[in-house]
């Protein structure tokens, strides 16, 4: 079993959907939590960051983090064909080196 | 345009031979980071480097090595290159090079082996 396991899709919503993009992850230490966006042939762009549990929103994207579940979602609300993209799951464990372990991604396509 | 640059942006070379992928970090930046990306592995830490020093190592092979110089530049070193090194190279650079800041992702260099 991987570390952290992401849908590799693709995900095909309307425009103007909700798009909700999940991970789970197995190593209980994890503590910080990255969102990547990556568009084709490009190096992958923060997104969002979140530490520990909870919820967070920054324009139209909420990233969730359950650590009681081991689950983390990225929602992307009012999607534009310009979100198309793979989305990569980022964690990290704190008192360590913080060397972070990335999902597979998900492939979105939003088409209008 | 995140500010990072890396040469080359497509390399295709034969199997046993050796590469150097170049990064230039963003002004400012003091930490480098190289990432390796396959389609089978996903995207994987290699390496990172601080202010010239080596400060965390990931899934990098032996045959892999890497240094920061003066300038900050980095360069990663591939030999006795194989089928399967073949993928996306990417480096990144952050201020302070601690994982929990944002990392700066260059546009990638395309490794072909045959």
């Known amino acids: 079993q991987k570390e952290v396991e992401q849908d590799p899709g693709p995900l095909s919503v309307p425009e103007g959907a909700i798009v909700s993009l999940n991970c789970t992850y197995s190593?209980?230490?994890?503590?910080?939590f990255m969102w990547y966006r990556q568009y084709s042939r490009k190096g992958p762009e923060l997104l969002m960051y979140?530490?520990?549990?909870g919820n967070k929103e920054d324009g139209r994207f909420t990233a969730q983090v359950d650590k009681s579940s081991k689950y983390i979602s990225l929602f992307i609300r009012d999607s534009q064909p310009s979100d198309s993209a793979t989305y990569l799951c980022a964690m990290s464990a704190a008192g360590g080196s913080y060397i972070p372990t990335f999902g597979r991604g998900t492939s979105l396509i939003v088409h209008p | 345009d995140s500010g990072v640059t890396q040469t080359p942006k497509h390399l295709i070379t034969a199997t046993g031979q050796r590469v150097t992928l170049r990064c230039s970090p963003r002004?400012?930046?003091?930490?480098v980071y190289w990432y390796q990306q396959s389609l089978d592995q996903g995207l994987q830490f290699l390496i990172q480097?601080?202010?010239?020093?080596?400060?965390a190592k990931g899934n990098i092979l032996e045959r892999f090595s890497a240094q920061q110089f003066p300038d900050l530049h980095s360069e990663l070193n591939l030999s006795s290159l194989e089928l399967g090194d073949s993928a996306l190279y990417f480096c990144?650079?952050?201020?302070?090079?601690?994982?929990?800041?944002?990392?700066?992702f260059g546009p990638g260099t395309r490794l072909l082996v045959l």
């Open positions: 990144a650079s952050s201020v302070r090079g601690s994982f929990e800041e944002t990392q700066y």
């Open positions: 979140t530490y520990s549990s």
């Open positions: 002004s400012g930046d003091l930490s």
């Open positions: 190593n209980s230490a994890f503590q910080y």
């Open positions: 480097y601080y202010n010239g020093e080596e400060r």
